[in-house]
């Protein structure tokens, strides 16, 4: 079963006509011919509010529900769905991200992940009837993950199982080392900054070559064998807050949506781009890792005192 939209465009604005031109694209419809577009029925409601803005600015739009008469029918239904060649340009573009990969430096090369990882997430929300080009492409993106962090991570995490987070008290945490992989970048930064403005003030840090030689008695964080690190879908960052009751905290919580983001893919949030560029131009400054985790803390002391969207609203101020 599927909706089907029938639509005639208003002749004026144009921005509505691109307006729902791109909204349709976005929606990945299929074409049945000029202005008769298809989709699952359960994506079907997302027909309605384009219908409703055509008819607002005087144009025609009907949502029916749409059923093939016999197999052949339901396959040539089906093949107007293919994102073969979609998936074949992705693979291009991730082909490209492995030839250049030993020339680019890790800013770079992680930003160009991600793209190539978000362009992909986007692909398969309207990939309505997955085949195997899914399946490999999703293996391409985590083949080209893993080496990434080889070339630039040594000791990269690889996530435990989601079996629950034990609540730790932090009392029993203080003046304690810590330790993770040297030249942190944004996980390893925002955890440093979280262990010494909300878990222990007193931290000292010990920054590692070679995780696998971690001195005896320290803490780790975000490294494999870590006390602390990534947990089913949370990274470090996420651990840390559940292991002590920080999780519930709105303005962390906004911070952790930024470093998932730009430490291991998912949803966009507006931060991420701005932290982005800032701590990898701290980065380039400081060469000693106490003195860039004392820079990058001052950036993360400012994101979470910035006000949420509502708050800027309420107080006048731009979003």
Known sequence: MWSLLLVTLPTQPNAVRLRIWRALKALGCAALRDGAYLLPAAQGDGFEPLAAEVREHGGTALVLEL??????????LLALFDRGEAYARWHASAAALQAELPGLAET?????????????????????????AAAQAQSACDGLRQALDARFSKGEPQARREQGIARLDIAQFQGKRWATRER???DRLACAWLIRRFIDPRARFVWLADPARAPRGVLGFDY????????GTRVSFEVLLA????EGVPRLQRLAAAVRYLDAGGIPVAEAAGLESVLAGLRELHADDDELVA???????????APDAATRTDRGLPK
């Open 67 to 76: 059923s093939p008469r016999d197999d052949a029918q339901r396959d040539q």
């Open 108 to 132: 770079d090369a992680r930003r160009r992940l991600r793209a190539v990882a978000d362009a992909l997430q986007a692909l398969r929300r309207i990939d309505y009837y997955p085949a195997a």
């Open 184 to 186: 942190p970048w944004v």
């Open 224 to 231: 494999d064998g870590a006390r602390f690190t990534h947990v």
């Open 243 to 246: 292991s002590f009751g920080l």
């Open 295 to 305: 820079a990058a803390s001052a950036v993360f002391d400012a994101l979470h005192a």
